[in-house]
T-cell receptor, first 115, second 113 residues
Framework: DTEVTQTPKHLVMGMTNKKSLKCEQH?????MYWYKQKAKKPPELMFV???????INESVPSRFSPECPNSSLLNLHLHALQPEDSALYLC??????????????FGDGTRLSIL | AQSVTQPDIHITVSEGASLELRCNYS??????LFWYVQSPGQGLQLLLK??????LVQGIKGFEAEFKRSQSSFNLRKPSVHWSDAAEYFC???????????FGTGTRLQVTL
């Protein structure tokens, strides 16, 4: 059982739709991450939040908009996505971002398909 | 910048046989090293990690890994593979003060009965 919960598990949307992905953790972690993973590839970092503040944006297109309402929740708002955005979106959390020695705990992801 | 190489894209082993998955890293100082496993349709699960100290680290599910600084390697081993170990395995390195993990390209493990 994963301690990082992502909803929904699957999402199909058109290119003009607006939708949101949700991630929740109750481990008291203060760093949260969004990754994108294409088939047969490793995860690619998109965003890092540390203490509810955006600390890293890996030059992600503005059609992806992250939000961290509190220390347990992380959202990814989607708008006007392209077919190439179809992928598995993974959320992760770690105790804090004070160094890369913090193991990241991953959710099971949201499988996103853009029509 | 750090990098990770997993030379084997796909490995097939028989159930009960031993397993070694290779991982080589590139980083100027002592890296933080991780092995993750991903089953189909699921997220990544942390198998084990190395930060410092004993170079042989034990993880979950009977896995272990050995850090060899002279070879810049962090190979994953298991003495006897089970069919349920079939999955994708990722080696990753974290370095510096950023919260970035650099992943290898992964090794797909197939287990034959």
């Amino acid at each position: 059982d994963t301690e990082v919960t992502q909803t929904p598990k699957h999402l199909v949307m058109g290119m003009t739709n607006k939708k949101s992905l949700k991630c929740e953790q109750h481990m008291g972690h203060r760093a949260m991450y969004w990754y994108k993973q294409k088939a047969k590839k490793p995860p690619e970092l998109m965003f890092v939040y540390s203490y509810e503040k955006l600390s890293i944006n890996e030059s992600v297109p503005s059609r992806f908009s992250p939000e961290c309402p509190n220390s347990s929740l992380l959202n990814l708002h989607l708008h006007a996505l392209q077919p190439e955005d179809s992928a598995l979106y993974l959320c992760a959390s770690s105790q804090d971002r004070a160094g890369s020695n913090q193991p990241q705990h991953f959710g099971d992801g949201t499988r996103l398909s853009i029509l | 910048a750090q990098s990770v190489t997993q030379p084997d894209i796909h490995i097939t082993v028989s159930e009960g046989a031993s397993l070694e998955l290779r991982c080589n890293y590139s980083y100027g100082a002592t890296p933080y090293l991780f092995w993750y496993v991903q089953s189909p349709g699921q997220g990544l699960q942390l198998l084990l990690k190395y930060f410092s100290g004993d170079t042989l680290v034990q993880g979950i599910k009977g896995f272990e890994a050995e850090f060899k600084r002279s070879q810049s390697s962090f190979n994953l081993r298991k003495p006897s593979v089970h069919w349920s170990d079939a999955a994708e395995y990722f080696c990753a390195v974290g370095a510096g003060t950023a919260s970035k993990l650099t992943f290898g390209t992964g090794t797909r493990l197939q287990v034959t009965l």
